[in-house]
């Protein structure tokens, strides 16, 4: 099943935004961020969950990442980071979400000296929120990470209760994956797990979130280390380029995916 990206606060910011995913039939994996859990009341996000569900759309939702530190050594930052996710959960059960997505937040330049301690702290983090997501599917995604070991970690000592999200995109560009050309050892780390897939494209330098097929990602290398695998995907345009370019994209390969 595909998805595509949709922060919440764009539905009041941008309302053109909702219109085109209505319109196109798109499945909205939602950000759920600060801005959109202190400013949105239960009654905005039950209408905006019925706009969705009436249409016959599925949602899917993106737990907030914007300077939480689930895996933090500060104890006062590790509880304002699981209370957020907390309450964030439990906002999001008002969309009927089909899988949750949160930031594994591992940084080799904060926790390089305290790996260990980190590791302890993010499976506590993750376990309660485990416990609150219930039979939702959690995915943990990788952003700074420079290899999957951090995620092959966690994902072990969760004993298989959470997935991984591969955002492809980040791999390109923050794990310097353009220069060590290093994608088939990120999908044999990550194949024990369940897997989502974030798919966006940019050049290696910074994330663009363009299109696929605007930037330098192998795609035809992903397609083919994902042959035989079950995977669903968001893809994550940041621009309405972005998302036709996509299209495109979709239309012209669809004979690979």
């Not at 995915?139 to 991984?164: I, M």
């Not at 794990?175 to 088939?184: C, D, E, P, T, V």
């Amino acid at each position: 099943m595909t998805f595509t990206n949709l922060p919440l606060r764009y539905i009041e910011e941008h309302p053109r935004y909702l219109d085109l995913f209505l319109t196109h039939g798109l499945s909205p994996e939602l950000g759920l961020d600060a801005l959109a859990l202190d400013t949105f009341s239960p009654d905005w996000h039950k209408k905006t969950a019925r706009i969705f569900h009436d249409a016959g759309l599925t949602c899917a939702v993106h737990l907030p990442f914007f300077d939480l530190r689930p895996g933090s050594l500060d104890h006062m930052i590790r509880r304002a980071s699981r209370e957020r996710l907390l309450q964030a959960v439990d906002t999001a059960r008002i969309y009927d979400p089909v899988h949750f997505i949160a930031h594994l937040d591992y940084n080799s330049v904060i926790y390089s000296h305290f790996e260990e301690a980190w590791l302890e702290n993010s499976l506590r983090t993750w376990e309660m929120v485990l416990d609150q997501t219930a039979d939702t599917p959690l995915y943990l995604e990788n952003v700074f990470e420079l290899s999957p070991d951090q995620h092959v970690r966690v994902l072990r000592g969760l004993s298989g209760k959470a997935g991984a999200c591969l955002d492809v995109g980040h791999w390109h560009c923050f794990a310097k994956g353009r220069k060590r050309q290093n994608l088939a050892e990120w999908l044999a780390a990550l194949a024990p797990f369940r897997l989502h897939l974030h798919l966006h494209d940019n050049d290696g330098e910074s994330d663009a979130h363009l299109g696929l097929g605007q930037g330098t990602i192998p795609w035809d290398k992903l397609w083919c280390g994902l042959a035989g695998r079950k995977a669903s995907a968001t893809f994550e345009p940041h621009t309405e380029a972005a998302f036709l370019a996509t299209q495109d994209y979709l239309r012209a390969h669809a004979p690979m995916l």
